[in-house]
């Protein structure tokens, strides 16, 4: 005769049958319907099959963003003579150490 294996739950102290759930815990525990994820979409909405063939993504940038639609980011004078100053002062402070 195989022998019955058994633990007892942490939560209510029963001694509980292995595979079974406990019967003391597993009144407690609701069932309750599944949670939508936000980036679910609805049943109602699934194979639509809308149109994207005639979509230009070059003239759509044009329309939304003008004819440059990429300005020039750079960095102003100011701070490359910062960092050349910060520069020589690491290098004095090296030289000045020895």
């Known amino acids: ?3 019955i294996l058994s633990y007892v739950c942490p939560f ?9 759930p ?6 407690k525990i609701r069932k309750t319907p599944p949670v ?11 194979g639509l ?21 990429h300005r020039r980011t750079g960095l ?5 003579a910062l960092a050349v100053v910060l520069l020589a002062g690491m290098i004095a402070g090296v030289l000045w150490l020895r």
């Open 76 to 80: 102003k004078w100011y701070w490359w």
């Open 49 to 69: 099959d809308l149109p994207d063939d005639d979509f230009d993504y070059d003239d759509f940038v044009a329309r939304e963003f003008g004819k440059f639609p």
């Open 22 to 27: 406990c019967p003391g815990c597993a009144k």
């Open 1 to 3: 005769m195989p022998e």
């Open 12 to 20: 209510c102290a029963r001694e509980v049958r292995v595979g079974k």
């Open 36 to 46: 939508k994820k936000s980036w679910e979409q609805d049943k109602a909405v699934d």
